[in-house]
């Protein structure tokens, strides 16, 4: 079946630092990623939609200088959380659509957990 | 954009009773709406899923309706297990192709 690769798993870094998270399709081509953030027991919450080749597509609230998504290939999305402090630590997921076989369900990445000390 | 409100948030069910779990949505163009079942720090696993063009899909105890005209859409679980104790969010497709998701249901089967 159709796999999403994320990575890193397991982030912990200093407060200013910068971090990337990467989000791979790994045996088809995406279009189009998304990408969510999900606060202890509470619901994902999408951020913004990655393009491949154009610029993401941000939801309301969601500062696109913090949060800056590169989506240079069909099959890979980064999203670089920027000067990143202790409330911008949260469980960030992926997803991405199949290009080809269009109306599919999603595929999720296994998340990254960011911790900001 | 779309807005999707799921109830409950928990909901506790003896083992081999049935669990139901309901979501709304606002936005008329939004034609796919999956389910998911998340377990603590893992990523989202979908169960079920139905089209605008369905008004029920059935996989085995899963099952989920849909009413297009009330915009709501529903997730029935019979002969519930533990093992179905989980996080459930149901989501929808808009029509600007985003998924949005419900606040989450936390289900608990005491054996």
């Known amino acids: 079946g159709a796999v999403v690769s994320q990575h890193p798993s397991w982030v912990i870094c200093k407060s200013g630092t910068s971090v990337k998270i990467e989000c791979r399709s790994l045996?088809?081509?995406?279009?189009?990623m998304f990408w969510y953030r999900q606060f202890p027991k509470q619901s994902l919450m999408l951020m913004a939609t990655?393009?491949?080749?154009?610029?993401?597509?941000?939801e309301q609230g969601v500062e696109k200088d913090k949060f800056l998504i590169n989506h240079a290939s069909l099959t890979l999305s980064t999203l670089t959380v920027t000067s990143a402090h202790p409330e911008d630590s949260s469980f960030y997921i992926c997803?991405?659509?199949?290009?080809?076989?269009?109306?599919?369900?999603?595929?999720f990445g296994d998340g990254t957990r960011l911790s900001i000390l | 954009g779309e807005n999707v409100e799921q109830h409950p948030s928990t909901l506790s069910v003896q083992e081999g009773d049935s669990a139901v779990i309901k979501c709304t949505y606002s936005?008329?163009?939004?034609?796919?709406f999956p389910w998911y079942k998340q377990e603590l720090g893992k990523r989202p696993q979908l169960i079920i899923d139905?089209?605008?063009?369905?008004g029920e899909k059935k996989d085995q105890r899963i099952a989920v309706t849909l009413n297009k005209t009330a915009k709501h859409f529903s997730l029935h679980i019979t002969e519930t297990q533990p093992e179905d104790s989980a996080v459930y969010f149901c989501a929808a497709r808009s029509g600007f192709n985003k998924f949005y998701f419900g606040s989450g249901t936390k289900l608990n089967v005491k054996p």
């Open positions: 139905i089209r605008s063009n369905v």
């Open positions: 045996d088809f081509q995406a279009t189009t």
């Open positions: 997803s991405a659509e199949d290009s080809v076989y269009s109306n599919q369900p999603q595929h």
């Open positions: 936005d008329s163009a939004s034609n796919y």
């Open positions: 990655s393009n491949e080749g154009s610029k993401a597509t941000y």
